[in-house]
Structures are given as C-alpha cells and as structure tokens.
C-alpha cells in the first residue's frame, strides 16, 4: 500500500506565498472520478513548503467545507513535493529562438 493519498496526477500550477514555507496551487488528477479537473491545494495539506510545477503526486480529494461545491486535495504526497524551506523548482523553457536572445519563461 503507498503512503498519502489514492489518486495519482499532477501539479499544474504553484504560488509560493510565505517565504519559503508554503503557498498554494492546483493539481491535476490523472485518474478517478476527477480526472482533468483541477483540484485546489494548500500547503498545509502535506506539512508546508512548494510543489513542483508537472510533477506526480499522490492525494485525496474531498469537498472544500469552505467553497460548496469545489474540491481540494488532502494527504499530499510524492515526488513533488518539496519539504519547509525548500524552493520549488520550474521548468523554463525557452520563448525567443533567437541565437541571440537567453529569454526564458516558466510555462
């Protein structure tokens, strides 16, 4: 049996809020009952600190007791999730194929 939650996807997006001890974002189921639809995500859910942005991760879903309706992810766990203190890495691309231009974004 794995630990934390029992349905697998991805982190689509992540905003560091607190200085380096959590933020906030939305993940992608890729299976269950939910799957494609985006899931809010806390970082209270797996103890603090980032997500990484097209990471697996492992979580439940229950409804938000806040917003009726909407959903949220609990017992976060996997590869993405990198720990208090810990900086979230990105995956940049480049936007400008030019020889000259280091352009990069983070989407």
Request: with cysteine; hydrophobic share 30%.
């Amino acid at each position: 049996m794995r630990k934390g939650g029992s349905v697998n996807g991805v982190v689509k997006k992540w905003f560091d809020t607190f200085k380096d001890t959590g933020g906030f974002g939305f993940l992608t189921p890729t299976e269950g009952e939910h799957e494609g639809k985006d899931v809010y995500v806390h970082h209270a859910a797996f103890g603090g600190g980032s997500l990484n942005i097209g990471w697996k991760i492992q979580f439940d879903v229950e409804e938000d007791p806040h917003k009726p309706g909407k959903f949220r992810a609990i017992n976060v766990s996997g590869p993405a999730v990198c720990g208090r203190g810990c900086r979230a890495q990105v995956p940049w691309k480049r936007i400008d194929s030019s020889h000259s231009s280091n352009r990069f974004s983070p989407f």
